[in-house]
Structure formats: C-alpha cells, structure tokens
C-alpha cells in the first residue's frame, strides 16, 4: 500500500489548469521535503517541482517556471501542484515522492533521495 497519494489528473484542453494533490495517512507531509515527478510515454522520469519546510525553498524544471505553483496545506497533510497554461508537452504521469528533512537549513529539495513514492496520476493535455 502507498504511502503517499497523488489525485487531480484528467483531460484538459491547451491553456487549461488543474490542480494535483498529494497526500498522505501515515507521514506527516510538513516534516518532508515534497517532490512532484513526471514521466512521458518513451522519456525518462523528470522532477517537475519541489518544496522544502514551507517557506525555505521550492525548485522548479526551466520547462514550468511561471505556469506551475507548489504550496503546501499543512491543516490538510497536502501539497498541491497548480498547472496552469497546460501544454501538450505536459501529458504524463505525475507522482509525488517524499523525503524526511533532518536539517531544514541546508535542505535542498531539488538533490534530495526520495523515499516514498505515489502511484501516480495521468494528466492528459489534448484538444
């Protein structure tokens, strides 16, 4: 059974947004560093964005700056991922792994070793 559950994926037309969610019901999410992955049909696993102790760090690929926002609800043990101006570049599968930090104070999401990891979920961007 996974630890960790991502939900939000779906058919979406150029230039919309969706908003995944990823959580969790035995790791309590503010105490880990939180990556979102994605992975194509024939390409390689990619790290899409991060996030670190909320507030201290994020990370982003150069291919989502300004379209993708990750935050945390730590109220809800959730991370969002907000896709917005979604592309057809971005159909994949998208998971989220997490990664418990020891030291928030030089944690850097982006070169963590993730430990736990969801089954992912399929976003389609398709007219």
């Known amino acids: 059974q996974a630890q960790v559950v991502e939900s939000g994926g779906g058919l979406v037309q150029p230039g919309g947004s969706l908003r995944l969610s990823c959580t969790a019901s035995v790791l309590t999410l503010r105490e880990y560093g939180v990556g979102w992955f994605r992975q194509a049909p024939g390409k390689k696993r990619e790290m899409v964005s991060c996030?670190?102790?909320?507030?201290?760090?994020?990370y982003y690929a150069d291919s989502v700056k300004g379209r993708f926002t990750i935050t945390r609800d730590n109220a809800k043990n959730t991370v969002y991922l907000q896709m917005n101006s979604l592309e057809p570049e971005d159909t994949a599968v998208y998971y989220c792994?997490?990664?418990?930090?020891?030291?928030?104070?030089?944690?850097?999401?982006?070169?963590?070793?993730?430990?736990?990891w969801g089954q992912g979920t399929q976003v389609t961007v398709s007219s």
């Open positions: 996030i670190s102790l909320e507030g201290l760090g994020t």
């Open positions: 792994a997490a990664d418990l930090i020891y030291n928030s104070m030089t944690y850097r999401c982006s070169s963590a070793e993730y430990d736990y």
